[in-house]
């Protein structure tokens, strides 16, 4: 039969095959570099790695160079132990660089909370943490991450809901994320997450935006009355306390005067004993030293003296009393 113009037969090229024996060597080399790269693994001076064999757990490794059964026997996890982790609530950040960027898209889900006077508030914070057991933290919990941010978000809603708006937005901020942390490390003590929580910050805790215009009316009364509260504390701190000084130096300074009219009196009575003592013992010296006593402390302040004999008598007429002068 023929095919027309192109009934000559194609002759058969034959393609040299490799020898068996190359082919082999070649997969021999291909299956001792795999062994040889897959023996060997490095864990960071941050990490610890985790050994499975045939998925089961074996072993903890320290930072450094280890050998493992190669092809897939053994497999090494690097677990972050010595490095602080975090997560945010409220807020993604984008790039934390000299100026930070944090996602536009809202988490309101994650932030809106009520709280305990029946007041909202969006609450953002972050949780730092640190993996402190790999064994746990890979096997204990299915999805440790979702579990952790999940407990987290629960134990965040539990205090706010327990506390003011107030408290939450001034001087009880401090107080919530502290136990927040004691519960939250309570609970992952409890489901064996095998972290340890270092520190809950409150980054930010502001009133929803459509009640913003009215918080910020309200904490400015609030700002004003503790402005005056305290200009009349500091009134107070500088008006009683000089007042109340003053009562008690013009209290002492009677107690000083009562002191001295006393020892005075005291004195003055005994003085008079002695005197008494004295006139009872020779009356006439006594009247007599008296009275010299006496004219001698009160002639020195007489303008005018007259010495007269005793036994006169009619002198009346010869006294000028209208003039001044000693005679």
């Known amino acids: 039969m023929s095919n027309g113009p192109f009934d000559e037969e194609i002759p058969r090229v034959e393609i040299p095959r490799p020898p068996l024996r190359r082919i082999l060597s070649i997969a021999m080399l291909l299956i001792a570099v795999g062994v040889v790269f897959s023996s060997f693994y490095t864990i960071g001076p941050e990490e610890t790695g ?3 064999r045939f998925g089961k757990y074996v072993r903890n490794t320290d930072p450094g160079l280890h050998f493992k059964i190669p092809l897939g026997v053994e497999r090494a996890i690097k677990v972050p132990v010595q490095r602080q982790l975090k997560e945010e609530f409220g807020f993604r950040t ?7 960027q944090y996602s536009s898209r809202g988490f309101a889900e994650e932030s809106n909370m009520l709280t305990g006077d029946l007041n909202a508030a969006v609450v953002e914070w972050i949780v730092q943490y640190r993996i402190v057991d790999p064994y746990q933290y890979l096997f204990r919990v299915r999805n440790v991450r979702d579990t952790f941010r999940a407990m987290s978000e629960a ?6 809901g327990d506390r003011t708006v107030n408290e939450i937005l001034t001087i009880g901020r401090q107080d919530a994320a502290d ?4 519960k939250l490390q309570a609970l992952c003590k409890q489901y064996e997450l095998g972290v340890q929580v270092e520190q809950i910050v409150l980054q ?3 009133p929803p935006n459509p009640v913003k215009p009215s918080f910020n009316a309200v904490n400015e009364a609030q700002q004003e009355r503790e402005r005056l509260i305290n200009e009349a504390q500091s009134e107070y701190n500088q008006i009683i306390p000089r007042a109340r000084g003053e009562a008690q130096q013009t209290i002492q300074q009677a107690e000083g005067y009562a002191l001295d009219r006393v020892n005075r009196a005291r004195g003055d009575a005994q003085r008079f004993d002695a005197v008494y003592k004295a006139y009872a013992a020779a009356p006439e010296v006594t009247r007599r030293r008296m009275y010299l006593e006496t004219m001698e402390a009160i002639l020195p302040n007489v303008k005018q003296k007259f010495i007269l004999d005793k036994d006169l008598r009619g002198i009346l007429p010869l006294l000028n009393l209208n003039e001044g002068g000693d005679k």
Do not use: G, N, P
């Open 50 to 52: 985790v050994v499975l």
């Open 94 to 100: 984008v790039s934390a660089d000299v100026r930070t």
């Open 155 to 160: 134990v965040m809603r539990e205090i706010v």
């Open 179 to 182: 136990v927040v942390e004691q």
């Open 204 to 206: 930010d805790v502001t």
